[in-house]
């Protein structure tokens, strides 16, 4: 069976319109800032895109490039700015858990990737509403939720299996376990029902349903597994590592494996296309749709 490419762009394309028709009705323009206070060129060609796809949907974008140093004053200022919407911090800046004290200064009527201690505290325990009467929905991580709406794009949820149990049966490896990416991705997948090889570079841990437990959300379990040992029994194999070096072996890859990779480089070796019956070769584009839809949900929780 021949491999199919699927585009980040044609997944993203359902959203625009969606998008745009929404922005339109709008009085004010919804405005996102995004502090870039690291050298990491792909965060930066991220706020190019986002810049410029924020613009064609009709919101304004401003990007502040400072010192690190100068991060945590600056996002007390934007906190009380009523003339900002939504803030983006591109991570990593300092690449420890100074990260997460930076997570949780965003105010959380403003974080538009969810990350902050709130909608991240929600995301693991599968609580997803803001308000007991389930009206206004909990904000979820710009790259993990793309990843998502890539599967579901591709017939990777199940619509017949229940709402929560969508991936039920599905096993699926996730090669990164970053706080913004990796861990929170590997719990959504869990909590729909996967069996998710979190894999880092130090060990695996398998995060899933614990169906004798009364809990709803996921469990953790450590285990002394190497790749070689899960990815040829993961029905989608999903990577995020930053180094052009790493490319994951395509020989260990199950026949009619569903690849998706979402590293600023390319993680899959060419020949992934003999193996895999489809191949995401990255994200980016739905990131920036869901960062559109992300600012637009908190600007109408703000009104
Ligand atoms: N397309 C998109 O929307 C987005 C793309 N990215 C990209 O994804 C990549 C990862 O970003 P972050 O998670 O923020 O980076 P990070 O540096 O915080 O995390 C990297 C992760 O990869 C793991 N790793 C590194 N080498 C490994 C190896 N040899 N085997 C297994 N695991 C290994 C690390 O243990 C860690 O969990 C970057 O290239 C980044 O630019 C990040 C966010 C959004
Ligand atoms: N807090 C935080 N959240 C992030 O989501 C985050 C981050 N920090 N740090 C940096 C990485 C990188 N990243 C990208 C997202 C989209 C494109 C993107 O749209 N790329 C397009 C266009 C690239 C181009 O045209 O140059 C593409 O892949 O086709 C790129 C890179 C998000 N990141």
Redesign the pocket.
């Known amino acids: 069976m021949p491999c199919k490419v699927v585009l980040a762009a044609e997944v993203a394309s359902n959203y625009t319109s969606e998008i745009k028709s929404e922005v339109s009705q709008k009085d004010t323009r919804p405005k996102l800032v995004g502090f870039l206070a690291n050298d990491?060129p792909?965060?930066e060609k991220?706020a190019q895109s986002s810049s410029k796809h924020l613009a064609e949907a009709g919101l304004d974008f401003e990007l502040r490039q400072i010192p690190r140093e100068e991060l945590e004053a600056a996002l007390k200022e934007a906190n009380e700015d009523p003339l900002v919407s939504g803030i983006l911090v591109y991570?990593?800046v300092y690449?420890d858990d100074r990260d997460q004290k930076l997570q949780d200064m965003v105010d959380p009527t403003k974080d538009v990737e969810g990350l902050n201690v709130v909608y991240n505290g929600k995301l693991y325990s599968n609580d997803r509403y803001l308000d007991d009467e389930k009206t206004r929905k909990a904000i979820l991580p710009?790259?993990p939720l793309?990843v998502v709406k890539v599967l579901d794009h591709i017939g990777v949820y199940d619509h017949s299996l229940p709402y929560g149990d969508h991936l039920r049966g599905k096993t699926i490896a996730i090669?990164?376990?970053?706080e913004?990416?990796?861990r929170p991705l590997a719990a959504l997948l869990a909590n729909d029902g996967a069996k998710v090889y979190s894999?880092?570079?130090?060990d695996i841990q398998i995060f899933a349903r614990d169906a004798a437990a009364s809990i709803n959300s996921h469990t953790t379990t450590m285990t002394e597994f190497k790749p070689e040992d899960v990815i040829p029994e993961c029905d989608v194999v999903i990577t995020?590592?930053?180094?052009a070096a790493?490319k994951m072996p395509t020989s260990l890859l199950k026949p009619g494996v569903v690849a998706v990779n979402?590293?600023?480089?390319r993680n899959f070796e060419p020949e992934v296309k003999d193996v895999a019956s489809i191949y995401v070769p990255?994200?980016?584009k739905v990131?920036v749709s869901m960062l559109q839809r992300n600012l637009l949900r908190l600007f109408n929780y703000q009104q």
């Open positions: 990491d792909y965060a991220y991570y990593p690449g710009c790259t793309a090669v990164n376990r970053s913004v990416v990796g894999i880092d570079i130090n995020g590592v930053p180094a790493y979402f590293a600023s480089v990255s994200v980016g990131t």
